[in-house]
């Protein structure tokens, strides 16, 4: 019994080829199991779920105004590919394509540089694609679910450079981790700013590695170009400011509610003339603040920002007690692995009603290819979204607190501190959006997830490896 269980564990360390080969790293064994699960419930949900989000994108691309609200190169690649077929069945069958590589990509290196049982690896994979939150992430139009793929994808890189002494000697890797660094920051606005924490670490670890910090710094530069004479030349307009002073608003009206007194009759006047003060006292909610960016008049920000920020800021300096405890609430969803009791959510499923489309753009209407399976995928989606399904697979922070205890465990039993850079963008992602965070939403942090979810497996498999590793040399000691 236990030699079958060594066997199975991979005990011995072994140079005998893989017996199964289909390319270099196995890339393709994990990818296909994923890309077909997710291509099913595609098919399912045919021609796929434009979430609001995407509907925004898809009107800034009928009307030929894009808007950087969301990011412009993001709506512009979704421009070229509705160019070639006008349904979002062909930017949805990629985004399946990208994350099932991702998650294929990140398997694969496990494969390659900690051989662990290729069964295991792929029955990892069907698992991992039968979770809700990774196959609704695949089959729901967001630029989100791209961004979730593409941390995923640099993820693996990470293995490989964590492995791999001479990686960056090679010009070609150091450009394919700034490539991703840099589509990451075109998908989500939040993006850039992980990168660029992501990218201080990594210029100080990595300083004497001189070709990743001159393609970084190229990077940089083609990222700032494209951001100003590319939106120029592109005619993009610029997102709305509304979007950007709405965190500063939610904390403001949180002090208006629990100290009035802190701010003089000036200072009310002056964010009057800024934001509907009482309607958003009215609507006020610790855990959202989309009402009250709503509630700013955008044109009055526009005309003078810097009055209102001034006012603003002089009026949250007063006020630093209230200050830690908004954030205390606003962002429990992404430290605390229990909810507050009044606390809420809002995670990624599909609808199986795609009505909403039908004022704007009536051919958009469901045409599943499996319909027997819609109401099934449904009700599984709500069972893990809610109540203790969503406890155990929505909640972030869970998976992020793995990712951390994982990477740590992990570069002490293989004595490699690179390890620890798994979870440096997680970590980076989370700082944003604890900044600036405007709803809890799964979305925002889908990529903590499965990456959290991929690290718990091979955590599992680790330790299981090590009991029995254990077990058998107490047994040959005997």
């Not at 070639?84 to 290196?109: A, H, T």
């Amino acid at each position: 019994m236990l030699s079958t269980l060594e066997r199975v564990y991979n005990m011995k360390k072994t140079t005998k080829k893989h017996k199964f080969n289909f390319n270099k790293n196995n890339i393709l064994l994990y990818t296909i199991p994923v890309f077909v699960i997710f291509f099913v419930v595609l098919l399912a949900y045919y021609p796929g779920v434009i979430a609001y989000d995407g509907l925004d994108q898809w009107n800034y691309i009928k009307t030929g105004v894009i808007n950087d609200w969301h990011p412009a190169y993001n709506t512009i690649y979704l421009y070229l590919l509705m160019k070639i077929w006008d349904s979002p069945f062909l930017p949805i069958l990629i985004q399946c394509i990208v994350l099932s590589f991702g998650i294929g990509f990140f398997l694969s290196k496990l494969d390659k540089y900690y051989h662990i049982n290729k069964w295991y690896l792929m029955i990892c994979s069907i698992l991992l694609a039968l979770l809700p939150l990774n196959f609704n992430s695949a089959v729901v139009l967001l630029k989100d679910n791209m961004y979730l793929a593409l941390v995923i994808i640099l993820s693996s890189f990470v293995l490989e450079f964590a492995n791999d002494k001479k990686f960056f000697d090679k010009t070609s890797n150091c450009i394919w981790i700034n490539v991703i660094l840099l589509f990451i920051s075109l998908t989500r606005h939040n993006g850039i700013y992980a990168s660029i924490l992501f990218d201080i670490v990594m210029f100080i670890v990595f300083r004497k590695k001189k070709k990743y910090i001159i393609t970084s710094l190229i990077t940089i530069v083609i990222f700032f170009l494209m951001t100003t004479v590319g939106y120029k030349i592109l005619n993009i307009e610029r997102g709305n400011v509304a979007n950007k002073y709405g965190p500063m608003a939610h904390l403001i009206t949180r002090i208006l509610i629990e100290n009035r007194e802190s701010i003089t009759d000036e200072e009310y006047i002056k964010l009057s003339k800024y934001y509907d003060i009482d309607n958003s006292v009215n609507v006020f909610n610790p855990f959202n603040m989309d009402l009250i960016v709503f509630s700013q008049y955008t044109s009055d920000i526009r005309n003078n920002q810097k009055e209102y920020a001034i006012t603003g800021l002089k009026i949250i300096a007063r006020n630093p007690k209230i200050l830690l405890k908004h954030y205390k609430y606003l962002d429990h969803f992404l430290y605390a692995p229990i909810g507050y009791k009044d606390e809420w959510f809002v995670g990624i499923f599909t609808q199986t009603d795609l009505s909403f489309y039908k004022d704007e753009y009536s051919y958009l209407k469901e045409d599943s290819k499996i319909k027997w399976l819609l109401p099934i995928l449904k009700n599984y989606s709500d069972n893990c979204n809610y109540g203790t399904g969503g406890l155990i697979f929505m909640r972030p922070a869970i998976y992020m607190y793995s990712i951390f205890i994982a990477s740590i465990v992990l570069s002490y039993k293989y004595k490699n501190k690179l390890l620890l850079f798994l979870s440096l963008f997680i970590i980076c992602n989370t700082l944003i959006l604890a900044a600036s965070i405007p709803v809890p939403m799964t979305r925002y942090v889908s990529s903590t997830i499965l990456l959290g979810q991929l690290m718990i497996l091979w955590f599992i498999y680790e330790m299981v490896r090590s009991i029995i590793k254990k077990v058998i040399k107490n047994k040959e000691e005997v």
